[in-house]
C-alpha cells in the first residue's frame, strides 16, 4: 500500500471500493505532461525547511518540493524521450488576481522576486508550452483545452502543486473536458501531508487514476516503444 493511502481510514477505503469508486483509468492514444506550479514561489529555495520557505514565498511548500523535484525531473524526462506534450503553468503575476494563497489570496504590490523561475532540473525547454493562470485551474480562461486537442491528445498525466489546490482543480477540469487524467503521487506535493494523502485518495476515487511514477514510465514508454519498432 502506499504511504499517502495509510492515512486514509481503512472504512472509508473500504466503502468507496465497494461502492465503485476506485476504478482504473484506460489511456488514451496520446498522452501529454501537466507540471502544474512548480515555480520557486511554491516551492522555496532548496535546503530551506518549511517555516523558512514559508518566509521566503508565503505559499511554499519547503521540503516536500525539492523530495519531489527528482521525480518531477524523471518523469519530464520520459515525455521528452517519447517526443510528447509538455505544459508548464504559472500564476499571471501580471494581472494581479492570483499569486497563491488559494483563490482567494489576492497580491498587493509588486510580484516576489523570482516567484515564477522554474527550477533548473525541471525547467522548460523551448519546444514545451507555458501557460500562465488566474485561477487554480490550468484550464480556467486558459486556451489549454485547444492546445491539447490541436495536438491530438486525449489523456493527461499531472504532477505538480499543490496537490489540493492547482493540481485538484486542474485535474477536475481536464476530466470534465473529457480527457483520460492520471495524477503521479510521487511527483505532487503540498505543504500539508494531510490534504496531499486526502486529495490523493478522492482525485483517485472520482475524476483520475492515481498512480506511481514507474507506472506512468511504463505507460508512457510501452506505447513509445512500439511506435518506434513500426
Not at 477505503?13 to 469508486?21: D, N, S, T, V
Amino acid at each position: 500500500m502506499r504511504d499517502w493511502m495509510k492515512l486514509i481510514p481503512e472504512s472509508e477505503r473500504q466503502l468507496y471500493a465497494k461502492a465503485g469508486f476506485m476504478g482504473d483509468t484506460t489511456p488514451g492514444r496520446r498522452s501529454a505532461l501537466i507540471v502544474v506550479d512548480v515555480t520557486m514561489g511554491f516551492c522555496g529555495s532548496e535546503g530551506l525547511s518549511l517555516d523558512e520557505a514559508v518566509a521566503e514565498y508565503s505559499t511554499a511548500c519547503g521540503p516536500a518540493s525539492w523530495v519531489a523535484m527528482p521525480r518531477i525531473a524523471r518523469l519530464i524526462e520520459t515525455f521528452r524521450k517519447a517526443d510528447l506534450p509538455i505544459v508548464y503553468s504559472l500564476s499571471d503575476l501580471a494581472t494581479g488576481a492570483f499569486v497563491g494563497k488559494a483563490t482567494k489570496g489576492k497580491r498587493s504590490g509588486p510580484p516576489p522576486q523570482g516567484f515564477n523561475n522554474f527550477p533548473a532540473s525541471i525547467a522548460p525547454r523551448p519546444q514545451d508550452w507555458v501557460v500562465a493562470k488566474i485561477r487554480a485551474s490550468a484550464f480556467f480562461q486558459t486556451p489549454l483545452t485547444g492546445y491539447l486537442i490541436q495536438n491530438g491528445v486525449d489523456t493527461l498525466v499531472v504532477c505538480g502543486v499543490s496537490t489540493s489546490g492547482c493540481v485538484r482543480a486542474s485535474v477536475v477540469d481536464g476530466f470534465s473536458h473529457g480527457f483520460k487524467t492520471f495524477v503521479v503521487d510521487e511527483c505532487c506535493f503540498d505543504r500539508s501531508e494531510f490534504a496531499h494523502a486526502a486529495n490523493l485518495f478522492d482525485m483517485h476515487a472520482k475524476y483520475a487514476s492515481v498512480i506511481s511514477l514507474d507506472e506512468a514510465q511504463a505507460m508512457i514508454a510501452g506505447p513509445a516503444a512500439a511506435a518506434a519498432a513500426e
